[in-house]
């Protein structure tokens, strides 16, 4: 029968070994992971392709949050024709086409 001492010992082996395969397999992530960049950046420089170009809306894994916390901006779709004002079409309907559709036009008479 193991005395807990042995038990003990048993479990500290196997935490250290288990931090090494940690360390062993976060090393082989970096090193693929820098293959597959080493790849996209010659397939870029071959093709004359930009960063830009590729048009990711998302940020990279890892970086700070998206630039623009309170969401993006949507072109809007209905705009009055007086007073130019305008609403995308998101949310609550703005109180001047509220007060527009009361009166009797329609959401399609300001449609952009």
């Known amino acids: 029968m ?5 038990l003990v010992r048993q479990r500290d ?8 395969l940690n360390q062993q397999i976060e090393a082989a ?3 693929e992971r820098a293959g597959v960049i080493a790849q996209i950046k010659a397939l870029m420089a071959e093709h004359g392709v930009t960063v830009a170009e590729l048009g990711s809306s998302k940020p990279a894994r890892g970086s700070a949050k998206a630039s623009n916390p309170s969401g993006s ?3 809007p779709k209905y705009r009055h024709p007086d007073s130019g004002e305008t609403w995308s079409g998101r949310g609550l309907k703005p109180k001047w ?5 009361a009166g009797g ?3 399609d008479d300001f449609k952009i």
Do not use: H, N, T, Y
Not at 2 to 6: C, E, F, R
Not at 13 to 20: D, H, S, V
């Open 105 to 107: 036009k329609s959401l």
């Open 29 to 31: 992530r970096r090193s």
């Open 2 to 6: 193991s005395s807990v001492q042995d």
């Open 73 to 75: 901006k949507v072109a």
């Open 97 to 101: 086409l509220q007060a527009e559709i």
């Open 13 to 20: 082996e196997l935490a250290r070994q288990q931090q090494e």
